[in-house]
């Protein structure tokens, strides 16, 4: 049985990466952060008991911070695979933490690279690279050899790991790869990032539980998929006789505007009367266009999207309008 690691296993993507292994025979093991709160909401469904003989999904306490810590989780655990997912992900918040950004993202990064070397397991790694780090484009659509401008402590601290996991690739012989993530995006998408923002808004509205939607820029341009289909293409670049790089999106364009409309539309509402501009939420640095061209996914890795931008959006309006619909009744219930 080949066992996996995963940091970030309680977010968006590490809950559908544990899916997706699991469903392939993986056990895995997942670390996570000790919370005074239950924080595993997103994997709770692909939980066992660990004394069950049938379980294949194991926790342990951990951080990126910890470097002696991830050192006692690997040789425990043994991984074939490490997926580095964890991160301080918000951009915005980003500018507001920008030591903490880089110590996780960036040092963590590093961190656990060390960890790997340095307890000698021969295993294959991952990590979370993002379109963030193109920028301030210098072309459209962005592919491998784009170069980077990086527009936010975020951003830079994917731009210093991503440089690390191929420097270790370089010096040492590891099988590293980067898979560089365009926006994506699901119902597991967390609340405070923009289209879930704007999906969790309209329901809310529509039932009557909200008035307004407070945003920033509408007018920046995102490359929008689904991270169930991402999750996959993390998986195939570890499959592969020898590592390397790639930049994994739809190669379609959408601006924040659409996006919106879009959702609105969905629950038969017209959005403008509903959304006000607010300054708290514009980057001191803005990345307008975002567009990746995933060709060479598709033609080493055989990978492709699966779900289309409407798709998406009628996946997530539709799981928050229960969510939604839900609130109202216990709030009905409470009154």
């Not at 392939?24 to 008991?49: A, P």
């Not at 810590?69 to 695979?81: F, I, N, S, Y």
């Not at 009628?314 to 216990?330: G, I, N, P, T, Y």
Request: glycine share 8%; with cysteine.
């Amino acid at each position: 049985m080949r066992r996996a690691l995963i940091t970030g296993i309680t977010g968006q993507d590490g809950s559908y990466l544990a899916e997706f292994l699991l469903t392939r025979g993986y056990e895995v093991h997942g670390i996570i952060r000790r919370s005074s709160s239950f924080n595993t909401g997103r994997i709770d469904h692909l939980y066992r008991d660990p004394h069950d003989p049938e379980a294949r999904l194991f926790l342990h306490y951990g951080d990126l911070t910890d470097g002696t810590g991830l050192r006692e989780v690997l040789t425990r655990v043994q991984p074939d695979e490490v997926y580095n997912l964890a991160a301080q992900s918000h951009v915005r918040v980003s500018f507001d933490q920008p030591v903490y950004t880089a110590q996780v993202d960036a040092i963590g990064t590093a961190r656990l690279l060390e960890a790997i070397r340095d307890t000698g397991i021969a295993t294959r790694f991952y990590q979370a690279s993002t379109s963030e780090m193109f920028g301030l484009t210098a072309e459209v659509p962005q592919r491998e050899t784009t170069p980077f401008h990086p527009r936010s402590p975020y951003a830079c601290a994917k731009a210093f790991s991503h440089y690390q996991v191929i420097n270790y690739r370089e010096s040492y012989g590891m099988f590293c790869c980067c898979g560089i993530l365009f926006n994506h995006e699901s119902p597991r998408r967390g609340e405070t990032f923009v289209t879930r923002k704007i999906t969790r808004a309209a329901t809310r509205i529509k039932e009557g539980l909200q008035d307004k939607l407070y945003l920033g820029n509408l007018d920046a341009k995102r490359d929008w998929g689904f991270a169930g289909d991402y999750v996959e293409a993390m998986w195939l670049m570890l499959q592969q006789d020898r590592p390397d790089d790639f930049v994994i999106a739809t190669g379609r364009m959408r601006s924040v505007r659409e996006f919106l409309e879009a959702v609105f539309d969905r629950v038969g509402l017209d959005g403008r009367r509903y959304v006000e501009p607010d300054p708290r939420y514009l980057r001191p640095a803005e990345v307008d266009v975002l567009q990746g061209d995933a060709s060479k996914a598709r033609r080493v890795l055989g990978w492709e999207s699966r779900v289309s931008f409407e798709q998406l959006v009628a996946m997530m309006v539709d799981a928050d309008w229960k969510l939604a619909r839900k609130e109202k009744l216990l709030a009905q219930e409470g009154g």
